[in-house]
DNA sequence: AGCACGCCGACT
DNA sequence: GTCGGCGTGCTC
């Protein structure tokens, strides 16, 4: 006798499926989410497969949740995510399954309605509740008390009275459904031409008959104020014309307020948000409405990519070529490349957006893998700001100090003219290194294979890496010499100085990650630059982002060579999008706006393509630089994230896997022969790159090698980080 | 992720 | 002599 055997997936790290007996009566199918005993309790789990067998000795599935079954496309990217970053099956399945901890059982809204009976006994509180209800709309009990100006008691009081009666209410929506023709501004010619372009890749068919598109991937290239999120706004409607739902990918900081105004201005209501903010049960509506179609377009960061779409027909990943979409800490993925692949799975059409896209997705759209649709102007015919080197080794800058003179004067001239200047350094605190003048001693991590980063403000030294932080000392550790230690190199806090003993009487903001007060007062903070209400402003690589300054007309980027000498082969290309971004900032207000470059090489190939605007000639550059150097064109590079709560078996590991003495063929491990150790959430971590001649199968290769490794102590995880190549 | 099992430091 | 620290391993 044969029963049927359901293969159950757990969310938690494991890579197999469980198998467990189907008791008899209960209906299961593929994606189901069922509950399950597991040792000593029960959990949820997802039905992965079903099969005949003799399971006589099987636990048995315990029952259904009221959860809608995951789709076979999902379940495909579970399978396909877990494969391609090495991640147990379980963990990746944990990702689409975040369920709400509490309250799955909606409780339903009631509303009242006037039921015409007049009131046994009449008072002023119980008068101002009647006649507002007399129009017979129903209310929620709250919203009438409110609107009447009197208590909720007053209102039960009513109800018991028969004056009111209660009726259920729909559950609340999540989200009202966007208004495609809400009126809006027009587009421009060039506007208009990239969205009919994007919206003929759009795979479901149009209402009105006509043929559909193909889908795939496009790249949607527009410069810094061009008017993109008008464009792919424009594809969005499209899809809600044609019925399918639409996902909007955005890196979290940039998932404002702000944007979502932006959207209700075009459609009339806000979107439904998906961010780590939303918790709970409003969580869950989006969930549910996502999975019954109810909900018609999301906007959310990159975990909004695991919700159980109903039936996905669009997906935009704005700001395609930001960091903030790798995940780095349990499964490690690239939200924009699973964007693509989920594109695929659904047959739904994906568009890239980004003023600065990544080498990648160039790569990509060269090849003819994504289609590109270009925007080379500004919106409204605002001019892209005029950038300038500023050729430090024929200026006259005094040790210690950082401001060119050329700078200082393009500052006045803006502050004179009523204008903003922002001053760029991608460095926090007041000095990235101290040493002592007497043994030489440099201040070094305990965890991690860094300097300690000297806060002034703070009186600390401090770890970016891991946070480690320690008080800075006044006499050196190592020597005992007192009042002896020295600031090597400027962060922002110590621009902030030299700007406020060159400019005293002007307002100075510092904008960097650490600011004192949290993010709140950040974004207050934020508010203020964009108000006006500050003469400089000095930033880290926060300021290059999100937050439109309209008053800002100089960007003076303070050093332009930081990042260009560092090992990682992507450093240059990190380097040019980060200082297009910035000095893109200027002028996108009414006023033109300039950009000057202070560096000691001017000549690099990186600032010589930000200063001529030429980003095709650099990337081209960039790809000759990186096949001269040795290392593989795009799509062919790897980082291992290797992790470990065991530091020396963490070491023992880099070390091992550095110089790892047998790679397959068409692997190198580049390196570095000491992998760089940080700590990260308790976790001893290194990267190492790795590189591949042929498209080679580097995962099934890493899962070899650590099969075939050491057994090594302290819970060991290996994450993958690949170029987007071959999954199209 | 939980939860048990197991092997070394301070307590009624 | 035990209580309990959390490191390690297992859950169909």
Redesign the pocket.
């Known amino acids: 006798m044969t029963a049927p055997i359901a293969?159950i997936l757990i969310p938690?790290?494991?890579d197999?499926?469980?198998?467990?007996?189907v008791p008899p009566g209960l209906p299961l199918r593929e994606g189901d989410v069922v509950q399950?005993?597991?040792?000593?309790?029960e959990?949820v789990g997802v039905v992965w497969g079903l099969r005949d067998g003799a399971g006589s000795n099987?636990?048995?599935v315990s029952g259904r949740i009221g959860v809608e079954a995951l789709s076979p496309a999902l379940r495909r990217l579970v399978e396909w995510i877990a494969r391609y970053t090495l991640a147990p099956k379980g963990?990746a399945l944990a990702m689409a399954l975040r369920l709400p901890e509490e309250s799955r059982t909606e409780t339903a809204r009631i509303g009242v309605r006037a039921t015409g009976m007049p009131p046994s006994r009449m008072t002023p509180a119980r008068g101002k509740v009647v006649a507002v209800a007399a129009d017979g709309v129903v209310r929620g009990k709250r919203a009438l008390s409110l609107e009447a100006g009197v208590s909720a008691s007053v209102v039960d009081g009513l109800i018991d009275d028969g004056v009111l009666e209660t009726v259920a209410l729909a559950p609340e929506r999540v989200a009202e459904p966007p208004d495609p023709d809400h009126p809006h501004d027009a587009l421009s010619g060039p506007q208009a031409e990239a969205a009919r372009a994007l919206v003929a890749t759009l795979t479901a068919p149009p209402p009105s008959g006509g043929t559909a598109g193909e889908g795939g991937v496009t790249l949607l290239e527009g410069v810094t104020g061009s008017g993109k999120t008008e464009v792919y706004f424009e594809v969005v409607a499209e899809a809600l014309r044609r019925g399918v739902q639409s996902l909007v990918l955005m890196p979290e900081i940039a998932l404002t307020a702000q944007f979502l105004d932006r959207f209700a201005r075009r459609f009339g209501v806000r979107p439904a948000a998906w961010h780590s903010g939303v918790g709970g049960r409003r969580r869950e509506r989006i969930r549910a409405g996502v999975a019954s179609g109810e909900v018609q377009v999301v906007v959310g960061a990159r975990s909004a990519l695991f919700l159980p779409f109903r039936s996905l027909g669009l997906i935009v990943v704005d700001e395609e070529h930001e960091g903030a979409y790798k995940q780095d800490d349990?499964v490690c993925y690239h939200a924009r490349d699973m964007a693509v692949v989920r594109g695929k799975l659904e047959n739904a059409a994906v568009v890239l957006a980004s003023a600065t896209p990544s080498i990648e997705t160039r790569v990509n759209a060269e090849r003819g893998r994504y289609r590109r649709v270009a925007m080379p102007e500004r919106f409204g015919g605002r001019r892209l700001p005029e950038i300038r080197a500023i050729d430090m080794r024929a200026e006259k800058v005094p040790r210690g100090r950082y401001l060119s003179p050329s700078l200082v004067s393009a500052i006045a001239e803006t502050n004179a003219r009523g204008e903003q200047a922002l001053l760029f350094l991608n460095r926090r605190g007041y000095a990235p290194l101290t040493l002592c003048r007497a043994c030489g001693h440099r201040y070094q991590c305990p965890n991690c294979s860094t300097w300690l980063v000297e806060h002034r403000f703070r009186r600390a030294l401090v770890c970016h890496h891991c946070g480690h932080a320690e008080r800075r000392p006044e006499a050196c550790t190592e020597c005992g010499t007192f009042d002896n230690l020295t600031a090597c190199g400027p962060g922002v806090e110590r621009i902030a100085e030299e700007v406020a003993a060159t400019f005293p009487d002007k307002r100075v903001i510092v904008l960097s990650s650490d600011f004192p007060g949290g993010a709140e007062r950040l974004r207050a903070e934020l508010q203020t630059v964009a108000e006006g209400g500050c003469d400089i402003v000095v930033g880290t690589q926060l300021v290059a982002k999100g937050h439109n300054f309209p008053h800002l007309t100089l960007v003076g980027v303070l050093d332009a060579d930081i990042g260009l000498t560092s090992g990682d082969p992507r450093a240059a290309e990190r380097t040019f999008q980060l200082l297009q971004q910035v000095t893109g900032r200027a002028g996108r207000g009414e006023k033109p706006g300039r950009a000057l470059v202070q560096t000691y090489q001017p000549e690099h190939p990186v600032i010589a393509a930000l200063i001529s605007g030429d980003a095709e000639r650099f990337y081209a550059e960039e790809t000759a630089a990186r096949e001269v150097a040795g290392l593989p064109p795009f799509g062919r590079l790897a980082a291992l994230v290797i992790s470990c709560?065991?530091r020396e078996a963490a070491e023992a590991h880099g070390r091992a896997l550095a110089r790892v003495a047998e790679p397959p063929p068409g692997v190198m491990v580049l390196g570095p022969a000491e992998a760089p150790l940080a700590l990260v959430r308790g976790r001893y971590r290194f990267r190492l790159l790795v590189k591949t001649e042929r498209e080679i199968d580097i995962q099934s290769y890493l899962r070899d090698w650590l099969a075939r490794g050491p057994?090594v102590?302290?819970?060991l995880r290996v994450g993958i980080d690949v170029d987007p190549q071959s999954f199209l």
């Open positions: 293969d938690l790290a494991l197999q499926a469980y198998s467990y007996a399950v005993p597991l040792g000593p309790r959990t099987l636990r048995r963990s349990g709560t065991d057994k102590r302290g819970n």
